[in-house]
């Protein structure tokens, strides 16, 4: 009995521990004050970004939202206004000129490598270049992209047209009129193409309040698209990666490219 007890609590502990590994992930994240405007009068969105263990919580630092663009209802790309940046979230309001969806968009190319150099493997990121005498010299693109989508008075597809470049995901549902329990589809493509039998995942908002992720993991079909059945509402983080679940670390061969994509959106009532 005493042994049995024993292997119980300690598979609650694993348990547990796994839960506190996964809620200390920092994940960036985009998210609007409102996904749904209704007014006749002039409307502005703010959009909040910041990088967090607890999503949509402000507890770690902001996001740069550098280079951030708007693509309106007739599928035209603009600049945003520059965001304000403060100690632990970033912050920019969006003029919405006419009805329709909008997708607020942030992309970003980084650098990463490693050399070796007297025997020594270092690493480098960025545009810092390896110094003279280095060897073994490896680099790779981290190509991300992040979206976000509001919706004023009327729904609208122009937005959601796909770019054809990286990886991205394509709203066959509109992102700012889903609903608990009615069912959603999603194409996933990289440089235009379809991505079959892809995984992505959901993780909802309130993290904290709940003490585990309630993360739910989807797979894309031979079409490269996935229709699910939508679950409770709140607040949404989906995120994707290719190539999916690639190995990392020490001595281990990295892509010449890696893509991360992620996009926040609300689930309404029924």
């Not at 995901?169 to 996933?188: C, D, H, I, Q, Y």
């Not at 509402?233 to 990295?254: F, I, T």
């Amino acid at each position: 009995m005493r042994n049995n007890k024993m292997i119980k609590q300690l598979a609650i502990a694993v348990a547990l521990a796994g839960v506190a590994v996964a809620a200390q992930a920092h994940r960036p994240w985009m998210i609007p004050n409102t996904s749904i405007i209704e007014t006749d009068r002039e409307a502005w969105v703010t959009i909040d970004g910041a990088i967090s263990e607890g999503l949509f919580e402000n507890d770690f630092m902001p996001l740069k939202m550098d280079g951030l663009t708007v693509t309106g209802p007739d599928g035209a790309t603009a600049p945003a206004p520059a965001a304000v940046m403060g100690k632990h979230r970033s912050s920019v309001d969006i003029l919405l000129p006419k009805d329709g969806t909008y997708r607020i968009t942030l992309g970003a190319n980084n650098l990463m490598g490693s050399y070796k150099l007297n025997g020594e493997t270092k690493r480098f990121r960025g545009n810092d270049a390896p110094p003279a005498g280095a060897t073994d010299v490896k680099t790779t693109t981290m190509v991300q992209r992040q979206d976000t989508f509001v919706t004023l008075n009327k729904s609208s597809d122009g937005a959601l047209k796909p770019t054809g470049s990286g990886l991205e995901m394509v709203a066959l549902s509109n992102p700012t009129e889903l609903r608990a329990g009615e069912t959603a589809k999603f194409r996933f493509q990289l440089d235009g193409k379809p991505l079959a039998n892809f995984p992505f995942s959901l993780i909802p908002g309130g993290v904290k309040y709940r003490g585990t992720l309630n993360e739910t993991r989807l797979t894309t079909d031979a079409n490269g698209e996935a229709s699910f059945k939508l679950p409770a509402p709140n607040m949404y983080w989906l995120s994707a990666a290719y190539p999916a679940n690639a190995p990392r670390g020490p001595g281990v061969e990295q892509p010449a490219k890696r893509y991360s994509y992620s996009a926040t959106f609300e689930i309404l009532p029924e």
